[in-house]
Nanobody, 115 residues
Framework: QVQLVESGGGLVQPGGSLRLSCAAS????????MGWYRQAPGKQRELVAS???????NYGDSVKGRFTISRDNTKKTLYLQMNSLKREDTAIYYC???WGSGIYWGQGTQVTVSS
């Protein structure tokens, strides 16, 4: 069983930066593939970025070159550094953990990009 708690969301101007964190509870965090997803109003949830236990990363096309996903296995924490934010990045950002048949989601954190 894994519990995930996101933090770091907020209001930021276009071109600004934010860093999201996802703190995980439970054991064997290092085995989990972790991911950030987002859902904007009226749209489906989409992959932002993912990272495997051995730190192989994958990014959605819309965030490549602007966002960086990372993890600290000793702190059981997942991060998402978001730079050059655009209005279309506005969404609720969710943390996801998956390993074998287990899939866990956090409650989400709101990111709003607006002037």
């Amino acid at each position: 069983q894994v519990q995930l708690v996101e933090s770091g969301g907020g209001l930021v101007q276009p071109g600004g930066s934010l860093r999201l964190s996802c703190a995980a509870s439970g054991s064997r965090f290092y085995l989990y593939t972790m991911g950030w997803y987002r859902q904007a109003p009226g749209k489906q949830r989409e992959l932002v970025a993912s990272i495997t236990g051995d730190s192989t990363t994958n990014y959605g096309d819309s965030v490549k070159g602007r966002f960086t996903i990372s993890r600290d296995n000793t702190k059981k924490t997942l991060y998402l550094q978001m730079n050059s934010l655009k209005r279309e990045d506005t969404a609720i950002y969710y943390c996801k953990a998956s390993w074998g048949s287990g899939i866990y989601w956090g409650q989400g954190t709101q990111v709003t990009v607006s002037s």
